[in-house]
Every structure is written in structure tokens, then in C-alpha cells.
């Protein structure tokens, strides 16, 4: 079954960037799909296909996705962005496949 | 707006069935262009797919998972229903139901918020 790594964790100061990376084997050759999920809280979409973003997500979130890598990306980092978040895509044998999630802590 | 909202016991004992029902407002489950899933976390844990269902019963299942759920649709009632067998400790989770859009590749718009399911004697 096709595997998705993120890092379990990563901290990130205020107002800076985080970038968030998901790696899969050619991943760049599938759409990509994020999540974010706040404590005791559904998980969110943030970005899907790639790139595009729900239209009550703030811009500052933007998605890539190339060779074996996907990245998240959240400029100007504030206070109600530490979150858990997940990456996932479609798989031939499994329709949902996740990452196992980053907790970004906001410093 | 869609809603999903899931029902069911919160304390389920080892080795007996997990029943789960997810009812959907704001849509139909038995048309469209979009499937509905399972998806659970356990305490401290990532996301795991259980299952989808799409709007004419065809469901598609986590192979780690396959020999014990069971996914169903009751269009007349707009829901659709989680049966987990034989379930043990580490089926213990937060047990979300989904709506997915199913074109091109599959990702979830709508999730229900959630219920906790403990199995313990």
C-alpha cells in the first residue's frame, strides 16, 4: 500500500513561515490533499488538488506538489494555526491514504 | 451547508460488534458525485480510512480492516452505517464519518465531529 511521511512535529515562530512536507513515492504524480485538526476537533480541508483552497481558508495557506515531495506552506504564521496537520491522497487499492500528521506549534 | 452526525453506543465491550450510524443533512446519500466514509483516530493517533460507500452501495474497505467492517446505505432514512466485529482495545477511537468527492482522486469536504468509542469489559 502506498506510504505518506510527514515529520511528527515542527515548531514555528510567530509571523514566519511553515513548511510542511509530505512524502510519498512520485507523489507529484498524484493530487494532494490537506487537513488541519485542532485539539478535539474534525479534521478541516485546507488545500486539495494540489494547490487550491476552499474559499474560507486564508491565503496565507498554499499547497506544492513535485517528484516526491508535497508541501504545505502557512506564511505569517498566527496563534490559530498550531494545529495537527494531514496530508493524504487516493490510492488504487485504498480510496483515503493519510500521512501520519505534523503537530506545528506556533512559538 | 452539509452536516453529518454520528450515533451510536460509546462503550462497546471486547469482542462483541461496533455499531455506528451516520446521518447526513443538506444532501442526499443516494445521489451525486460523492461517496461516504469512515475514518477513525485513535487516542493520541493519526487518521485511519475504514471504508467508503458510494450513493449505489459499492463500498471499498481498508484491507487491514476488511474481514470485520461492513458499510451500509439506508437511502430512506439518509444515512449510511459502520459495523465493526470482533472488536478489541485498539479499536478503541474517535470514530468520524465523511463526505467524499469522488472524481479524479478522493478527498473529504464535510466531516461529522466525531464520537468516542471505548471498548472495555
Known amino acids: 500500500s502506498y506510504v505518506l511521511t510527514q515529520p511528527p512535529s515542527l515548531s514555528v515562530a510567530l509571523g514566519k513561515t511553515a513548511s510542511i512536507t509530505c512524502g510519498g513515492n512520485n507523489i507529484g504524480d498524484k493530487s494532494v490533499h490537506w487537513y488541519q485538526q485542532k485539539p478535539g476537533q474534525a479534521p478541516v480541508v485546507v488545500i486539495f488538488y494540489d494547490t487550491d483552497r476552499p474559499s474560507e481558508i486564508p491565503e496565507r495557506f498554499s499547497g506544492s506538489n513535485s517528484g516526491n515531495t508535497a508541501t504545505l506552506t502557512i506564511s505569517r504564521v498566527e496563534a490559530g494555526d498550531e494545529a495537527d496537520y494531514y496530508c493524504?491522497?487516493?490510492?488504487?487499492?485504498?480510496?483515503?491514504?493519510f500521512g501520519g500528521g505534523t503537530k506545528v506549534t506556533v512559538l | 451547508q452539509v452536516q453529518l452526525q454520528e450515533s451510536g453506543p460509546g462503550l462497546v465491550k471486547p469482542s462483541e460488534t461496533l455499531s455506528l450510524t451516520c446521518t447526513v443533512s443538506?444532501?442526499?446519500?443516494?445521489?451525486?458525485?460523492?461517496?461516504w466514509s469512515w475514518i477513525r483516530q485513535s487516542p493520541g493517533q493519526g487518521l485511519e480510512w475504514i471504508g467508503n460507500?458510494?450513493?449505489?452501495?459499492?463500498?471499498k474497505y481498508n484491507a487491514s480492516l476488511k474481514s470485520r467492517v461492513t458499510i451500509s446505505l439506508d437511502t430512506s432514512k439518509n444515512h449510511f452505517s459502520l459495523k465493526l466485529t470482533s472488536v478489541t482495545a485498539a479499536d478503541t477511537a474517535v470514530y468520524y464519518c465523511?463526505?467524499?468527492?469522488?472524481?479524479?482522486?478522493?478527498?473529504?469536504?464535510?466531516w461529522g465531529h466525531g464520537t468516542l468509542v471505548t471498548v472495555s469489559s
Open positions: 493524504q491522497v487516493s490510492d488504487i487499492s485504498s480510496d483515503l491514504v
Open positions: 465523511a463526505r467524499v468527492y469522488s472524481g479524479a482522486t478522493v478527498w473529504i469536504d464535510y
Open positions: 460507500i458510494n450513493n449505489r452501495g459499492s463500498t
Open positions: 443538506g444532501d442526499s446519500v443516494g445521489s451525486g458525485s460523492y461517496s
